[in-house]
């Protein structure tokens, strides 16, 4: 499926998101401006489905930090709207036009995008205010690794075969993937083997409808978990990686999650 998914299919998703209004109107059509667009939205949206707190600033007003949620993304007319401030913002009178910076956490990772005030509409019911911001040109989000690491499910028939301790091959799961490295579950208890000798020889890495890659990995962290099963986590570098398995890999990585960012869009 992931072999399926194409940029024609990408911008089909996207011209559905945006409905009926003017695509023109609604998103840049160069293509590094248009992906950018997507992103912003995608990583908003992420934040919104999440109900991630973040911290509201007004450089230049108030020293204060407040804290919002994230309600609404509308990559329509332009806009994030955000829910009130808390604690409230007391004497300190907040205006069409002033200047909003918003930080949070996700998943670890920091994430940052910077706005203005649209305008605020007072909830009816409890007359508490809702702020409008200007969708962000960008939003930032600093990942650790050198490499983008992809989140997989375990339904992906993504697969990882190992040597074990005594010398049988063992068939794992893997979790999370990147042009370097990669995380996965294994059945039973490999912590004591790793300790010993974290490097994993005569690896095979199994992506559906792909040849097989062969790699070495180097086991840099791993723990064992008893439930739901018993069960060790192990994330790896990935050495020894042959320059068509490498191209391989990196078009994997780019067709998943290109369609993981259409499955976000879509709920």
Same mark, same amino acid.
């Given at each position: 499926?992931?072999?399926?998914?194409?940029?024609?299919?990408?911008?089909?998703?996207?011209?559905?998101?945006?409905?009926?209004?003017?695509?023109?109107?609604?998103? !840049?059509?160069? !293509?590094?401006?248009?992906?950018?667009?997507?992103?912003?939205?995608?990583?908003?949206?992420?934040?919104?489905?999440?109900?991630?707190?973040?911290?509201?600033?007004? !450089?230049?007003?108030?020293?204060?930090?407040?804290?919002?949620?994230?309600?609404?993304?509308?990559?329509?007319?332009?806009?994030?709207?955000?829910?009130?401030?808390?604690?409230?913002?007391?004497?300190?009178?907040?205006?069409?036009?002033?200047?909003?910076?918003? %930080?949070?956490?996700?998943?670890?990772?920091?994430?940052?995008?910077?706005?203005?005030?649209?305008?605020?509409?007072?909830?009816? %019911?409890?007359?508490?205010?809702?702020?409008?911001?200007?969708?962000?040109?960008?939003?930032?989000?600093?990942?650790?690794?050198?490499?983008?690491?992809?989140?997989?499910?375990?339904?992906?028939?993504?697969?990882?075969?190992?040597?074990?301790?005594?010398?049988?091959?063992?068939?794992? %799961?893997?979790?999370?993937?990147?042009?370097?490295?990669?995380?996965?579950?294994?059945?039973?208890?490999?912590?004591?083997?790793?300790?010993?000798?974290?490097?994993?020889?005569?690896?095979?890495?199994?992506?559906?409808?792909?040849?097989?890659?062969?790699?070495?990995?180097?086991?840099?962290?791993?723990?064992?978990?008893?439930?739901?099963?018993?069960?060790?986590?192990?994330?790896?570098?990935?050495?020894?990686?042959?320059?068509?398995?490498?191209?391989?890999?990196?078009?994997?990585?780019?067709?998943?999650?290109?369609?993981?960012?259409?499955?976000?869009?879509?709920?």
């Amino acid at each position: 499926m992931a072999k399926r998914m194409t940029e024609g299919g990408l911008k089909k998703l996207f011209s559905g998101l945006l409905g009926r209004h003017k695509p023109e109107a609604a998103e !840049p059509q160069d !293509p590094e401006l248009r992906a950018s667009f997507e992103q912003t939205v995608i990583r908003l949206q992420q934040m919104v489905e999440e109900r991630s707190f973040v911290d509201v600033r007004f !450089p230049g007003r108030a020293d204060s930090v407040y804290q919002s949620l994230i309600l609404k993304v509308d990559p329509h007319e332009r806009y994030v709207l955000i829910d009130e401030l808390f604690p409230a913002h007391g004497q300190f009178f907040i205006s069409p036009g002033d200047e909003v910076e918003i %930080t949070s956490m996700r998943r670890g990772i920091p994430v940052r995008f910077h706005s203005w005030v649209k305008s605020i509409s007072i909830d009816e %019911t409890d007359g508490l205010p809702a702020y409008r911001l200007a969708l962000p040109d960008s939003v930032e989000a600093k990942q650790r690794r050198t490499h983008f690491r992809l989140t997989l499910d375990p339904d992906s028939g993504v697969r990882l075969r190992i040597r074990g301790p005594d010398g049988d091959r063992l068939l794992c %799961t893997v979790l999370n993937l990147s042009q370097t490295g990669l995380g996965f579950s294994c059945q039973g208890n490999l912590t004591d083997a790793l300790r010993q000798g974290p490097l994993l020889r005569n690896c095979v890495l199994t992506i559906p409808g792909q040849p097989e890659i062969a790699c070495d990995l180097e086991a840099r962290s791993f723990e064992f978990r008893k439930q739901p099963h018993r069960h060790t986590v192990v994330g790896a570098r990935i050495d020894n990686l042959a320059p068509a398995a490498a191209k391989q890999l990196e078009q994997y990585l780019v067709l998943t999650q290109r369609q993981q960012r259409r499955e976000t869009v879509r709920r």
